[in-house]
């Protein structure tokens, strides 16, 4: 499975760090995706790391420089670092699993989502 | 970048009938093409892995079919729990959700 963090409420400007903890499969294995789903609308994926491998980690376009993804192989959690925050990045961020090496990829576990509020 | 289209965006439908969904892809995708069920407030659900792989514990009313740009997913016999938003998503190059479909009574 896997565990997020609790929910974050961040004035704009502000960073946040968002945690997701893998247990009961192997984590070197894997790959881990981390997908935003703003208020009401639709899943949107935002960056992929390979924790097994140090700087294996791939961002959609949109997000360079916007989030940074980074693993911990010794306690088989990935991080996700949101920063300069807007209230556009209000949202329910999701980590979710893909088995390594296998094709097509697969997202078949996902953690229950960390719930971001960016306000005033 | 690949653009995921899916129709349609909603549809309404009844205990019992059967549901096509379909998902459109801006360019060849092969297989690399999953399914996902989300009801509100939780995290989506795989249902079907690479075009037509019922994922373990899934229901076998759920089927998927295509390849290529254009793919469909299927609930035979549609049940109470089925009630849900449905997305695509595409695992070819990087990754892309289509924009979902929700089925409603």
């Known amino acids: 499975q896997l565990v997020q963090s609790g929910a974050e409420v961040r004035k704009p400007g502000a960073s946040v760090n968002i945690s997701c903890k893998a247990s009961g499969f192997t984590f070197s294995n894997s790959y881990l995706h981390w997908v935003r789903q703003a208020p009401g609308q639709g899943l949107e994926w935002m960056a992929i790391?390979?924790?097994?491998?140090?700087?294996?980690?791939t961002y959609a376009q949109k997000f360079q420089g916007k989030v940074a993804v980074t693993g911990d192989m010794s306690t088989s959690t990935v991080y996700l670092q949101l920063s300069s925050l807007r209230s556009e990045d209000s949202a329910v961020y999701y980590c979710?699993?893909?088995?390594?090496?296998?094709?097509?990829?697969?997202?078949?576990?996902w953690g229950e989502g960390t719930t971001v509020i960016v306000s005033s | 970048d690949i653009q995921m289209t899916q129709s349609p965006s909603s549809l309404s439908a009844s205990v019992g009938d059967r549901v096509t969904i379909t998902c459109r892809a801006s360019q060849r995708i092969s297989r690399y093409l999953n399914w996902f069920q989300q009801k509100p407030g939780r995290a989506p659900k795989l249902l079907i892995y690479a075009a037509s792989s019922l994922h373990s514990g899934v229901p076998s009313r759920f089927s998927g079919s295509g390849s290529g740009t254009d793919f469909t997913l299927t609930i035979s016999s549609l049940q109470p729990e089925d009630f849900a938003t449905y997305f695509c998503?595409?695992?070819?190059?990087?990754?892309?959700f289509g924009p979902g479909t929700k089925v409603d009574v």
């Open positions: 998503q595409q695992s070819y190059i990087l990754n892309t």
């Open positions: 790391i390979n924790p097994s491998v140090f700087g294996a980690t």
């Open positions: 979710a699993r893909v088995v390594a090496h296998v094709s097509p990829p697969y997202m078949d576990v």
